[in-house]
């Protein structure tokens, strides 16, 4: 077993890209609420992005398999649902990503302000859904392409 301190346990898990964008990790999508260690066990707390995400699931083995890589023996993953995730914790870091990856940020007023490809704002929702269920699918009528919005939640 290494011995680690809650400052590198986070700095492991900086490493991790979220499974469905993998551009952003799962520490700038802010679900990682907090790092503990309990005598030789390393706690994780993780808040999904929404109740029955399919990637929770995929997330927590990311993170356990990281863990072990660099070490760690005894994991435990606590699914923290209280207070549910919200857009705001996500890090500035991964609405640049997320951006410049070509999908729109989230912001607070409920819709894209500029297409992630052109910068235009001539913006129409084609679905209130897209590749997930926490993005919707737009288009930008100055250089015609589509493209998708990470919701607020």
């Not at 923290?80 to 951006?99: G, H, N």
């Not at 070509?102 to 490809?117: F, H, L, S, Y």
């Not at 913006?123 to 919707?136: V, Y």
């Amino acid at each position: 077993m290494t011995s680690a301190s809650v400052e590198q346990v986070w700095e492991w898990l900086e490493t991790i890209p979220d499974p469905e964008i993998p551009v952003i990790t799962i520490v700038d999508l802010g679900i990682i609420r907090n790092v503990e260690l309990h005598d030789e066990t390393c706690v994780v707390s993780v808040t999904p992005t929404y109740s029955g995400c399919p990637a929770t699931s995929m997330i927590n083995m990311d993170i356990e398999t990281k863990l072990r890589d660099c070490g760690l023996d005894k994991i435990e993953i606590k699914q923290q649902l209280a207070p549910a995730w919200t857009t705001d914790w996500m890090t500035d870091k991964a609405r640049d990503a997320l951006e410049k990856y070509g999908i729109a940020p989230p912001q607070p007023a409920g819709g894209p302000k500029r297409c992630p490809r052109c910068g235009g704002d001539h913006l129409e929702k084609l679905s209130q859904f897209g590749s997930t269920p926490c993005k919707a699918q737009w288009r930008c009528q100055d250089c015609l392409e589509p493209f998708e919005y990470f919701k607020c939640i």
